[in-house]
């Protein structure tokens, strides 16, 4: 038998406002036609007054330790993925840490960007299985929106906010992974070189502002689909499976044709993915948790299904983990 981190439950949080391509084009130089040709996405929700990335991770949690039916005070890690914090310092993770009511626990924020929350989870993972919390919370949440630059079509167009969490449970299990449940292999990666193709032009320590989302979005699809389907390979093979044995891909939901190409080299059937960026658009690191629980709400994923997680950001960082719930 061997430690194993559990999936025990899941939840997501929008913000109230939701935002379709119509109103958008009588904003911006743009149409529901060109988005939904190049990006699949219809919609996406926009964080109002009051509504900020701790306070929508703090509400997706509460419904993921609903779902597990825990209290907050069983928690003892929160790892918390943004790229768009509410504040510099503490930690948003704290924020929901004191939000949750908890009075002490390892909480702080992981930054990866969009593949945040598959480095979150591979923290926490790792965390539990060595015996420093027996539960915790791994959320993603962002106000991407607050970065955004209203004025370029060609990156406000494509995201928006949101959060979702997913709670860890340590559990005795088989330590061989075609038998065993939770967290069976994670496998993470970052290239910095690419950082001119995904970036914020802004930060404390350069600008002293916050900065707005520059992207070359020819250039990163292209690195997109090899990374991801290189990584994906990468996570099977470590647990001697093939994707002949997925359930459910629940990739990171940035661009419908990414998601497809993806799809493509690994010869995997497109009704085997988890897409939700029509819904909701890029939340960044919020996208993964989100998709997976409004799949496990709407029936399709199920206990015992074998799911593959993945993701790719700013940085450049991706990464991917297998997970059977």
Same mark, same amino acid.
């Given at each position: 038998m061997t430690v194993r981190a559990i999936l025990a439950g899941t939840g997501s949080a929008l913000p109230v406002r939701r935002v379709t391509n119509e109103e958008l084009a009588a904003q911006v130089d743009t149409s529901d036609e060109w988005i939904v040709e190049r990006t699949g996405i219809r919609s996406r929700y926009i964080a109002g007054e009051g509504e900020t990335t701790a306070s929508l991770a703090a509400d997706a949690a509460r419904k993921a330790l609903?779902? %597990?039916?825990?209290?907050?005070? @069983?928690?003892?890690l929160i790892v918390l993925?943004? %790229?768009t914090p509410d504040q510099t310092f503490p930690s948003s993770a704290t924020k929901v840490q004191a939000m949750l009511g908890i009075d002490d626990c390892v909480a702080f924020d992981v930054a990866a960007v969009c593949s945040g929350f598959l480095y979150a989870l591979s923290v926490a993972e790792s965390m539990i299985r060595g015996g420093s919390a027996k539960a915790a919370l791994v959320i993603g949440s962002e106000?991407?929106? /607050?970065?955004?630059?209203? @004025?370029d079509r060609a990156t406000c167009v494509l995201f928006g906010d949101g959060a979702g969490a997913v709670? !860890?449970?340590?559990?005795d299990g088989p330590e061989n992974p075609a038998e065993a449940r939770g967290v069976l292999s994670a496998r993470l990666h970052?290239?910095?070189r690419h950082n001119e193709l995904l970036y914020v032009d802004g930060g404390p320590s350069t600008?002293?502002?916050v900065g707005k989302v520059r992207m070359k979005g020819r250039e990163v699809f292209r690195h997109a689909v090899v990374n991801l389907a290189s990584v994906l390979t990468e996570v099977l093979e470590a647990v001697n499976l093939t994707s002949a044995d997925i359930d459910w891909l629940i990739p990171h939901q940035a661009n419908a044709r990414i998601l497809d190409a993806t799809a493509k080299k690994l010869n995997l059937s497109p009704d085997r993915v988890v897409v939700t960026v029509d819904q909701h658009a890029n939340t960044s690191a919020a996208s993964v948790p989100l998709a997976l629980d409004v799949a496990k709400k709407d029936g399709r994923v199920k206990p015992g299904d074998l !799911?593959? !997680? @993945?993701?790719?950001?700013?940085?450049?960082?991706?990464? %991917? %983990?297998?997970? /059977?719930?």
């Open positions: 609903a779902d %597990a039916g825990m209290d907050a005070s @069983e928690i003892g993925a943004t %790229a106000t991407f929106s /607050r970065i955004l630059d209203w @004025e709670v !860890l449970k340590a559990e970052a290239d910095g600008t002293q502002t !799911l593959v !997680l @993945e993701a790719m950001g700013g940085g450049f960082t991706w990464g %991917a %983990a297998v997970v /059977r719930l």
